[in-house]
């Protein structure tokens, strides 16, 4: 994993990935006491970065893989970043995903033309049910962050990181990812060590699911103890993965934690003062950079927004509970 | 008015305003039964295109003029506009705002460092308000639509859509515009007279305040009945203005009408399918788009997005409403 294999998946992306912008905002700037960039991940297609790496793993398949179809499993951002990169290079996806699942990604992974496979996260092992389905069909299974080119799609945002900083002055920042099992902040540090050696990637987590803090603390891979009781599901993962902990280890940290409520807030800041749709985990390094800026150094802090796939429920929740603190 | 100054205009704008990207949705395409694209102006600066011709206005002032400060009336998209823009300049801005206009709006008028001067739209006479103020301290008018300067910046968009529209594969197409005196509908129909000569512009407004579409039809600056009574406050104006009516009659029409449901559902699907936040009278033309579709002719629209400044209650009205139909 290095930033060759970023740098060539940035090529296959050209012209399919949006170069999503980097925003600010003089209200959002006053909140965090620093200049606030945030790089929109959720005007990706299918609404997240995800999008890049399933574009990056399915065009480096070879055809024989491509016609015999791909499997992942997601609780929905990951799923239709692959279904529509399947759908897009005349594969076939079957998507494995949990039933509590926001309704809205279930739908959309389904619309893009994948085949959803539902599992009870509680009683059913994801795994097992994975393998049969890729053994029976000859499926190859991308993984949502443990893949090599999954990261290097994810990386791509790192290289646009640079570039945008750059051309707005910016090249010394401490750079805010919302993580859940490491593949978008392993790759965004590996593009931005080779891009911008003065910016530090600093993992973004919720309370309670602080793997990542937690593995870079010790110098392990820690555990989660439970799977489920955040509003953040896009980045709830069980532990770092194998691939992307290295990475975390030798270039990120030290981790920062927000609660469901600095997540509901910060998606209405965003409402209001960027114009963008986030969901609760895409909102998390956002969180970070307003409510914890006690802990982040420098004058300039860059945001990621991962995603912005919620139902309507939860953000009328943001709403009501923020709608008048911003 | 001409596209030499729109060129000139983007000269100045360059580094200051956003380039904002052209977003679609496989799904949104599918509702309009075409390819649909959409000009995200709502992340403009200040939520709205009305910075861009905030900057060209306050950019073509002599020293004087800059020094002596501004004076703007608006319902607050050009208010934000100007006010940015004058702090940018080292200038001051009055805005005159009717007293009804959406609180956000306000509040961020005067966050902006603007003097806000409030007024009652049903009983008092705006245009005395501003003579006076004007008259008093010297201020220079910048008007919302009528003005060359104004339309120059505005127009900006159009280059932008000309340019991206053609990355996509885009050259011929009808283009809806959120319409109200026609600074932003005839400033993008200048500059892709020139730039895209196949594509259409469409002005789009709501029910009962249609003034520019029956102006269209009957060849003379029709007026509408009442300024209030609908939730687009943003493109509510008497009537279309002297230096944009002719260029929309000449490059422009036939108008389209929306109801302001059909904004608002209009607002659940950029919010669902695009994860941005529009304003009413900002959804406007993808209201159009998606649900005037018979009206349409040709196998792509481009609608603009021309604004996001919305309190909590319209928007959370909206997914209400509207969410669980998108």
Same mark, same amino acid.
């Given at each position: 994993?290095?930033?060759?294999?970023i740098?060539?998946?940035?090529?296959?992306?050209?012209?399919?990935?949006?170069?999503?912008?980097?925003?600010? /905002?003089?209200?959002?700037?006053?909140?965090?006491?620093?200049?606030?960039?945030?790089?929109?991940?959720?005007?990706?297609?299918?609404?997240?970065? =995800?999008?890049?790496?399933?574009? #990056?793993?399915?065009? $480096?398949?070879? +055809?024989?893989?491509?016609?015999a179809?791909?499997?992942a499993? /997601?609780?929905?951002?990951?799923a239709?970043?692959?279904?529509?990169?399947?759908?897009a290079h005349?594969s076939t996806?079957?998507?494995?995903?949990? #039933?509590?699942?926001?309704?809205?990604k279930?739908?959309?992974?389904?619309?893009?033309?994948?085949?959803?496979?539902?599992?009870?996260?509680a009683?059913?092992?994801? =795994?097992?049910?994975?393998?049969a389905?890729a053994?029976?069909?000859g499926?190859?299974l991308?993984?949502p962050?443990?893949?090599?080119?999954?990261?290097?799609?994810?990386?791509?945002?790192?290289?646009e990181?640079?570039?945008q $900083?750059?051309?707005?002055?910016i090249? /010394?920042?401490e750079?805010?990812?919302?993580?859940?099992?490491?593949?978008?902040? /392993?790759?965004? $540090?590996?593009?931005?060590e080779?891009?911008?050696?003065?910016?530090?990637?600093?993992p973004?987590?919720? =309370?309670?699911? +602080? +793997?990542v %803090?937690?593995?870079?603390?010790?110098?392990?891979?820690?555990?989660?103890a439970?799977?489920s009781?955040?509003?953040?599901?896009?980045i709830?993962?069980?532990?770092?993965?194998?691939?992307t902990?290295?990475?975390l280890?030798?270039?990120?940290?030290?981790?920062?934690?927000?609660?469901? +409520?600095?997540c509901?807030?910060?998606?209405?800041y965003?409402?209001?003062?960027? =114009?963008l749709v986030?969901?609760?985990g895409? %909102?998390?390094?956002?969180?970070?950079a307003?409510?914890?800026?006690?802990?982040?150094?420098?004058?300039?802090?860059?945001?990621?927004?991962s995603?912005?796939?919620?139902?309507?429920?939860m953000?009328?929740?943001?709403?009501?509970?923020y709608?008048?603190?911003?």
């Open positions: 994993m290095n930033i060759e294999m740098r060539a998946a940035q090529k296959r992306l050209e012209g399919h990935a949006r170069r999503t912008p980097l925003l600010s /905002s003089p209200f959002l700037d006053e909140v965090a006491g620093r200049r606030l960039f945030l790089k929109a991940e959720n005007l990706q297609h299918t609404g997240s970065f =995800k999008f890049r790496g399933g574009w #990056s793993a399915l065009s $480096a398949l070879d +055809d024989a893989q491509r016609k179809g791909v499997i499993f /997601s609780s929905g951002n990951h239709q970043g692959v279904a529509l990169a399947a759908r005349g996806a079957v998507i494995v995903m949990p #039933s509590n699942a926001p309704q809205t279930i739908d959309a992974t389904r619309a893009l033309g994948a085949e959803v496979v539902l599992y009870d996260r009683t059913e092992d994801r =795994k097992a049910i994975r393998q389905l053994a029976e069909r499926l190859t991308i993984e962050f443990d893949n090599a080119q999954v990261i290097a799609g994810q990386g791509t945002t790192g290289l990181i640079a570039d $900083a750059r051309d707005a002055g090249t /010394s920042a750079v805010l990812v919302c993580c859940g099992g490491g593949g978008f902040t /392993s790759g965004i $540090a590996l593009a931005l080779a891009e911008a050696p003065d910016m530090r990637v600093r973004v987590e919720p =309370k309670n699911f +602080d +793997d %803090a937690r593995s870079l603390r010790s110098g392990q891979r820690e555990i989660n439970a799977m009781g955040s509003i953040c599901d896009a709830i993962s069980p532990q770092p993965g194998e691939i902990f290295p990475i280890q030798r270039l990120c940290g030290p981790g920062i934690i927000v609660t469901d +409520d600095e509901l807030h910060a998606m209405a965003a409402f209001a003062r960027l =114009k986030l969901e609760p895409g %909102a998390a390094a956002l969180a970070g307003l409510f914890r800026s006690d802990e982040i150094k420098g004058e300039a802090v860059i945001c990621t927004a995603g912005g796939n919620v139902d309507a429920p953000f009328q929740r943001a709403l009501s509970e709608g008048d603190q911003i």
